[in-house]
C-alpha cells in the first residue's frame, strides 16, 4: 500500500474532530501541510542566535531521573545548540499505553518522539493516518551526522527505507562486532557458578546430560555451599525468568532435534540452509527441549519462581549469591563477575546455537525516533536530533557521560593517539553497568561504528569480554548459515503479521511455561499443533517467507550492480592507463 503523504493528513484532521472542539480547534490550526521545509542552513547553525524551543516526548527507567533536562547529556546539548527542549517524560513502564494515547490526540502530540521504539506495524500506520513526516529529505538537507552514516554503510539507509522510499524514523545503530561474532548474535547467555564447581571438585558440563549431574550436585550439596560462602536464603540450582528475553533457559536446548532452538521468544522463527523460514515451536526438538526442562524442574533443580518473578527478585537472590546457574546478557548484572564462566552450548542431539535474528547487521532499531506532523519546524527538529549521530555524542547517549556530580561516571574524557577528545571508559569496580548506564544515558537515536573505538570512545570493558565469550564459546557452534535479517515490509504484511503474531506469540509463550512447570502429553502437543494451525501459522509463514525472498532477491541487484560499477571502474582504469602508454 502506498502512502501520499499529503493526503494521509485527511486521517489526522479525522481524528481530531473525534476529540471536543474547543480542545482540537487550536491543535488542528497548527499542522503543518505536508511539504517540506526549506531553511537556509545558516539558521540552524548550532548554537542558534537566539533560543528556540522544541517539544520532546521520552521514557526513563523507573527510579532514575525523571526530569530530562536535569541529566548531563540533555543539559549539555542545550548549552551548545541554544535549543531548549520542553520534554514530556513518561516512566517506562507505563511508556506503550501512554504513548499510543498521545499519538492518537493532536493536542497531547509533542514536535518528536526520542525513545519511541515503534515496531514496523507502528510506523506505516502513523504514516498512513499523517500523524508522522518522512525524514529522507531532512535527512539529506539538514543531517550530516545520518547521512555520512547512510553513506558509509547503505544497508542501514535501505533498511530504515520503506518498500514506497519512505524513511519514517531515525534509527539507533550500535555496531561491536560483525556477522557471527556480533554482540548481538547471543541475548542471553547461560551462566554457571564457577566457585560452586570448583568447591565440589567438578568440571563445566558439556553435555545435558552432564549439566543435570551439576544441578543435582547444586542442591545435594546446599548445606556444604551455604556454610562454605556464607549465603542466606536457600541453594537454587537453576534460575531464570521463563519467556523473558535475555533471563529465558532457551539457550539449554538449542543442541535438540535439528539444533534450531527457540531464541526469537516473539515471533518463534528461524531460517534453514537453503532459505526457508520454518516455525522453531513446532519443531520435534523444540518438544523434546521442553520436557527435558520440565525433567530438570520435577527434580526441584529450577527455581519455582522462574515462571513469575519480576527482575528486581531475580536480581536480587542473584546478589545475595544463590545461585548455580542463571540467564542474563551479562552475569554482572546478577552477581560478580569472577565468581562465574559463560556455559558452552549443550549438546543434546547436536552441541550448536542458533543466532539471533537479524544479529548479523549488528545492533539495530528502525523505529527509534519519529518526527510528527505537529512539528512547526522539523527542520530545526532534524538538525537538532543529527546532533545525536556525532561521533564523541552517540556513546554518551547510550551509555552515560563523564563529569557527573555523584559518583558515577561511565566515561571520562580523555585523548587518542592523535591528540584529539576520546571518551574513556572509567572503572565502574563491583557496580553494575546496566544500573550505572540507565542513571546516566538518554538513548534515542545513535550511530556507534566499528571504526569509532579508539578514535572517539574506547571499547565498553564488558562488551569486549562479552564479544570474547561469544567468539571462544559461541561462534565455533553457530552452524546457521542465515538468520532473518531486518526487513521492512509493506503495510499490509506488517498489519496482518501483527494481528497473527499477537495469538502465536501468547499460545506459544503460555504452553511452554505450562509445559516446563506441568509436562506434556502427546494429546496436548497434537492440540498445540491444532490450535497454533487455527490462529494462522501457514499464513504467518508464508508472509515472513514471501519478504525473506524478496530482500535476497533485492540483494542479487545489489550484487550485480555493485559488480557493473567495478568492472567499469577497471576499465576505466585499463583505458586510462592505454592512453598512458599511448601517450608516452
Not at 536535569?70 to 531548549?84: A, G, P, Q, S, Y
Request: hydrophobic share 35%.
Amino acid at each position: 500500500m502506498k502512502i501520499n503523504y499529503k493526503k494521509s493528513l485527511l486521517p489526522l484532521l479525522a481524528l481530531c474532530l473525534g476529540l471536543s472542539i474547543t480542545g482540537c480547534a487550536n491543535t488542528a490550526a497548527v499542522f503543518r501541510d505536508g511539504s517540506f521545509q526549506e531553511v537556509d542552513l545558516s539558521e540552524l547553525s548550532f548554537p542558534l542566535k537566539e533560543e528556540k524551543s522544541i517539544q520532546g516526548m521520552i521514557s526513563f527507567p523507573p527510579s532514575t531521573e525523571s526530569d530530562p533536562n536535569k541529566k548531563t547529556i540533555f543539559k549539555r546539548l542545550e548549552e551548545d545548540t541554544n535549543v531548549h527542549v520542553n520534554w514530556r517524560a513518561i516512566q517506562s513502564d507505563q511508556w506503550p499505553d501512554k504513548i499510543q494515547l498521545a499519538m492518537s490526540n493532536p493536542a497531547k502530540m509533542s514536535d518528536f518522539v526520542f525513545s519511541a521504539g515503534f515496531s514496523d506495524n507502528d510506523l506505516l500506520r502513523y504514516a498512513d493516518q499523517g500523524v508522522i513526516i518522512p525524514l529522507e529529505d531532512y535527512i539529506d538537507a539538514y543531517m550530516p551526522n545520518l547521512k555520512a552514516v547512510f553513506e558509509k554503510y547503505p544497508e542501514y539507509k535501505a533498511m530504515s527505507t520503506d518498500p514506497d522510499g519512505h524513511i519514517w524514523a531515525l534509527p539507533w545503530i550500535e555496531q561491536l562486532g560483525s556477522n557471527k561474532t556480533a554482540i548481538q548474535t547471543i541475548s542471553g547467555m547461560s551462566f554457571i557458578n564457577k566457585k560452586w564447581l570448583d568447591f565440589l571438585g567438578l568440571e563445566i558440563p558439556e553435555t545435558v546430560e552432564e549439566f543435570e549431574q551439576v544441578l543435582i550436585a547444586f542442591k545435594d550439596n546446599a548445606d556444604k555451599l551455604q556454610k562454605e560462602f556464607n549465603i542466606e536464603g536457600s541453594i537454587i540450582p537453576m534460575s531464570a525468568i521463563i519467556n523473558d528475553g535475555d533471563q529465558d533457559p532457551a539457550i539449554l536446548t538449542n543442541g535438540f532435534g535439528e539444533g534450531y532452538g527457540d531464541n526469537d521468544h516473539k515471533r518463534h522463527i528461524a531460517v534453514t540452509d537453503d532459505k526457508q523460514v520454518i516455525s522453531t515451536a513446532v519443531q520435534p526438538g523444540f518438544r523434546e527441549g521442553i520436557e527435558w526442562l520440565h525433567k530438570l524442574y520435577e527434580q526441584g533443580l529450577i527455581d519455582n519462581e522462574a515462571f513469575t518473578q519480576e527482575w528486581a527478585n531475580y536480581v536480587a537472590k542473584g546478589k545475595s549469591g544463590r545461585y548455580g546457574v542463571c540467564f542474563s546478557w551479562d552475569v554482572a548484572n546478577i552477581d560478580n563477575l569472577q565468581d562465574w564462566v559463560p556455559l558452552p552450548p549443550l549438546k543434546a542431539d547436536k552441541q550448536v546455537v542458533t543466532p539471533q535474528n537479524g544479529s548479523y547487521t549488528s545492533g539495530y532499531d528502525r523505529g527509534r525516533t519519529v518526527i510528527t506532523a505537529k512539528a512547526q519546524n522539523p527542520a530545526l527538529v532534524a538538525a537538532w536530533l543529527d546532533q545525536m549521530y556525532a561521533p564523541l555524542q552517540s556513546p554518551q547517549n547510550n551509555w552515560g557521560t563523564y563529569g557527573e556530580d555523584d559518583n558515577f561516571d561511565i566515561f571520562e574524557m580523555g585523548v587518542n593517539e592523535q591528540g584529539e577528545p576520546m571518551l574513556q571508559h572509567a572503572d565502574l569496580g563491583d557496580e553494575s553497568p546496566v544500573e550505572v548506564r540507565e542513571k546516566e544515558s538518554v538513548g534515542g537515536p545513535l550511530a556507534i561504528l566499528d571504526d569509532y573505538y579508539g578514535e572517539y570512545v574506547t571499547t565498553p570493558g564488558d562488551a569486549q569480554y562479552r564479544l570474547d565469550w561469544i567468539e571462544d564459546y559461541y561462534t565455533p557452534y553457530m552452524k546457521a548459515k542465515y538468520v532473518y535479517p531486518n526487513v521492512f515490509m509493506s503495510q499490509e504484511d506488517s498489519e496482518r503479521l501483527a494481528i497473527l503474531q499477537t495469538d502465536i506469540e501468547k499460545y506459544t509463550n503460555m504452553k511452554r511455561s505450562e509445559w516446563i512447570r506441568d509436562g506434556l502429553t502427546d494429546k496436548d502437543w497434537e492440540e498445540y499443533l491444532k490450535k497454533l494451525n487455527d490462529y494462522g501459522l501457514e499464513e504467518y509463514l508464508a508472509i515472513f517467507q514471501k519478504n525473506l525472498d524478496s530482500f535476497y532477491d533485492e540483494e542479487k541487484v545489489i550484487e550485480a550492480e555493485d559488480a557493473l560499477e567495478e568492472g567499469k571502474s577497471d576499465h576505466s582504469e585499463k583505458g586510462s592507463n592505454k592512453e598512458s602508454e599511448n601517450n608516452s
